[in-house]
Protein backbone atom coordinates (compact mmCIF):
# COMPACT_ATOMS: atom_id res chain seq x y z
CA UNK A 1 0.00 0.00 0.00
CA UNK A 2 1.32 3.07 -0.88
CA UNK A 3 0.82 7.12 0.44
CA UNK A 4 1.11 9.69 -1.47
CA UNK A 5 1.75 12.72 0.03
CA UNK A 6 1.52 16.43 -0.88
CA UNK A 7 4.40 18.53 -2.36
CA UNK A 8 2.66 21.64 -3.45
CA UNK A 9 4.68 23.38 -0.59
CA UNK A 10 8.05 22.28 -2.24
CA UNK A 11 7.44 24.33 -5.19
CA UNK A 12 6.27 27.61 -3.79
CA UNK A 13 8.23 28.65 -0.62
CA UNK A 14 6.49 29.64 2.58
CA UNK A 15 7.55 32.86 4.51
CA UNK A 16 9.89 31.04 6.63
CA UNK A 17 12.06 29.84 3.83
CA UNK A 18 12.82 32.90 2.24
CA UNK A 19 15.50 34.83 4.25
CA UNK A 20 17.02 37.95 3.70
CA UNK A 21 20.37 38.33 2.79
CA UNK A 22 22.49 41.41 2.47
CA UNK A 23 24.81 42.04 -0.46
CA UNK A 24 26.99 44.62 -0.61
CA UNK A 25 27.84 46.78 -3.75
CA UNK A 26 30.89 48.56 -4.20
CA UNK A 27 32.11 50.80 -7.73
CA UNK A 28 35.33 51.46 -6.54
CA UNK A 29 34.71 55.19 -7.20
CA UNK A 30 33.99 55.79 -3.71
CA UNK A 31 30.25 54.32 -3.98
CA UNK A 32 29.58 51.27 -1.29
CA UNK A 33 26.09 50.44 -1.07
CA UNK A 34 24.45 47.67 0.92
CA UNK A 35 21.10 45.93 0.40
CA UNK A 36 18.73 43.44 1.98
CA UNK A 37 17.03 41.31 -0.37
CA UNK A 38 15.52 37.28 -0.32
CA UNK A 39 17.49 35.04 -2.09
CA UNK A 40 14.85 34.29 -4.14
CA UNK A 41 15.11 37.55 -5.98
CA UNK A 42 16.69 38.02 -9.06
CA UNK A 43 19.46 40.12 -10.30
CA UNK A 44 17.10 42.58 -12.07
CA UNK A 45 15.57 43.42 -8.49
CA UNK A 46 18.57 44.03 -6.83
CA UNK A 47 19.50 46.45 -9.38
CA UNK A 48 16.55 48.26 -8.95
CA UNK A 49 17.12 48.47 -5.18
CA UNK A 50 20.52 49.55 -6.20
CA UNK A 51 19.25 52.03 -8.07
CA UNK A 52 16.31 53.64 -5.58
CA UNK A 53 19.33 54.37 -2.71
CA UNK A 54 21.69 55.57 -5.55
CA UNK A 55 19.67 57.10 -7.86
CA UNK A 56 20.96 55.63 -11.19
CA UNK A 57 18.71 54.17 -13.32
CA UNK A 58 19.05 50.64 -13.34
CA UNK A 59 18.94 49.58 -16.57
CA UNK A 60 22.20 51.37 -16.75
CA UNK A 61 23.91 49.02 -13.53
CA UNK A 62 26.02 46.20 -14.67
CA UNK A 63 26.61 43.53 -11.47
CA UNK A 64 30.17 41.61 -11.90
CA UNK A 65 32.29 39.02 -9.71
CA UNK A 66 35.61 38.42 -11.08
CA UNK A 67 34.89 38.23 -14.99
CA UNK A 68 30.98 36.95 -14.44
CA UNK A 69 28.59 39.35 -15.88
CA UNK A 70 25.13 38.67 -14.02
CA UNK A 71 22.00 38.38 -16.01
CA UNK A 72 19.18 39.88 -14.92
CA UNK A 73 16.33 36.89 -15.25
CA UNK A 74 18.74 34.85 -13.14
CA UNK A 75 17.97 34.20 -8.99
CA UNK A 76 20.47 35.12 -6.75
CA UNK A 77 20.27 31.99 -4.99
CA UNK A 78 21.08 30.58 -8.15
CA UNK A 79 24.56 32.40 -9.09
CA UNK A 80 24.67 31.44 -5.24
CA UNK A 81 25.01 34.95 -4.12
CA UNK A 82 24.71 34.00 -0.05
CA UNK A 83 24.71 36.93 2.85
CA UNK A 84 27.79 39.26 3.11
CA UNK A 85 28.78 39.03 -0.47
CA UNK A 86 30.54 41.55 -2.46
CA UNK A 87 29.33 42.70 -5.57
CA UNK A 88 31.45 45.19 -8.23
CA UNK A 89 29.46 48.22 -9.48
CA UNK A 90 29.70 49.35 -13.20
CA UNK A 91 27.75 51.07 -15.09
CA UNK A 92 26.97 51.62 -18.90
Not at 72 to 90: F, T
Request: glycine share 6%.
Amino acid sequence: MFHYLNCGSFFSPNQADLKMIEVVCNDRLGKKVRVKCNSEDTIGDLKKLIAAQTGTRYDKIVLKKWYTIFKDHVSLGDYEIHDGMNLELYYQ
